[in-house]
Nanobody, 121 residues
Framework: QVQLVESGGGLVQPGGSLRLSCAAS????????RRWYRQVPGKERELFAH????????NYAEGVKGRYTIPRDNAKNTVSLQMNSLSAEGTAVYYC??????????????WGQGTQVTVSS
């Protein structure tokens, strides 16, 4: 059964850190681009971090660059997200996503169920 399961969300104070994890089952996660999205109520889901399949190249949205990191040494079939210097704008539901980018899995995509992160004092 194909599944993505996020964990690690919760309440954190402004300026604090949090590490999210996303565990894949039923497929080889590293064969896919692995992406992190976040969504706040009333807004579209926003892609903010990406690690490409095979090469492991990472890209980040400007708003999180330098504070959020996808570690390269992820456990097998897992991707993590290290979030530092969190601010209230980081409050959102965080989703991981797998996207196939080459044949024969091009366009195939899987989503996790999301994990809530709340940044508040």
């Amino acid at each position: 059964q194909v599944q993505l399961v996020e964990s690690g969300g919760g309440l954190v104070q402004p300026g604090g850190s949090l590490r999210l994890s996303c565990a894949a089952s039923g497929f080889t996660f590293n064969n896919y681009a692995r992406r992190w999205y976040r969504q706040v109520p009333g807004k579209e889901r926003e892609l903010f971090a990406h690690i490409s399949s095979f090469s492991g190249t990472t890209n980040y949205a400007e708003g999180v660059k330098g504070r959020y990191t996808i570690p390269r040494d992820n456990a097998k079939n897992t991707v993590s997200l290290q979030m530092n210097s969190l601010s209230a704008e980081g409050t959102a539901v965080y989703y991981c996503n797998a996207l196939g980018t080459s044949y024969p899995i091009s366009g195939r995509t899987y989503w996790g169920q999301g994990t809530q992160v709340t940044v508040s004092s």
